[in-house]
């Protein structure tokens, strides 16, 4: 398996557009979290999903964020409208829930809003 | 509410050195913790996962052992290298399957 793929891996937008990153998590894996990392906060969970259903959002910041997951291959989460304060690095991670399985991590994608 | 402290928050050493990297959390009811390894503009990669039932776990030159009852755990790196810098974060995670992340220990090993 290529691991937990994210896309893509630099994202440079101007304050008010629409910005989706993409997940695509390890086969066979059945939980799936995004992480949100910046020097000030560290690592944040926005929100996870467990067999493609939403299970905690309570870290998602705002309204101008949503995640969905249409299928167990694919995620995403989008920012509409992005502000300067949204520039982070994002992570998608996978692991296979109810298990003493490890959590795979993505390479992170870093969004830079302008 | 579950929170992990890392302490050293940074570790510079000389290559060859033994190693003790430290994580509390104030909730000893989790399911397991874990060690993580993040190398600058990269993804976090699980070095070592102690289930709760566990009092330690080995891969390698690592290390990790587990004190539920008095929350917390250790990282071991025996005879450090200079590929070993980079920042460590232990994670616990309770029976809501969320990982809640300590603040990182950055280690540099010097030659």
């Not at chain 2, 402290?5 to 050493?13: E, K």
Request: net charge neutral; hydrophobic share 35%; charged share 20%.
């Amino acid at each position: 398996d290529a691991g937990v793929i994210q896309s893509p891996r630099h994202e440079v937008t101007e304050m008010g557009q629409e910005v989706t990153l993409r997940c695509k998590p390890i086969s066979g894996h059945n939980s799936l979290f995004w992480y949100r990392q910046t020097m000030m906060r560290g690592l944040e969970l926005l929100i996870y999903f467990n067999n493609n259903v939403p299970i905690d959002d309570s870290g998602m910041p705002e309204d101008r964020f949503s995640a969905k997951m249409p299928n167990a291959s694919f995620s995403t989460l989008k920012i509409q409208p992005s502000e300067p304060r949204d520039s982070a690095v994002y992570f998608c991670a996978s692991s296979l829930a109810g298990t003493s399985g490890r959590d795979f991590f993505g390479q992170g994608t870093r969004l830079t809003v302008v | 509410k579950q929170e992990v402290t890392q302490i050293p928050a940074a570790l510079s050493v000389p290559e060859g050195e033994n190693l003790v990297l430290n994580c509390s959390f104030t909730d000893s009811a989790i399911y397991n913790l874990q060690w993580f390894r993040q190398d600058p503009g990269k993804g976090l990669t699980s070095l070592l996962l102690i289930q709760s039932s566990q009092r330690e776990q080995t891969s390698g030159r690592l290390n990790a052992s587990l004190d539920k009852s008095s929350g917390r755990s250790t990282l071991y790196i025996a005879a450090s290298q200079p590929g070993d810098s980079a920042t460590y974060l232990c994670a616990v995670r309770g029976n809501t399957d969320k990982l809640i992340f300590g603040t990182g220990t950055r280690l540099q090993v010097f030659p």
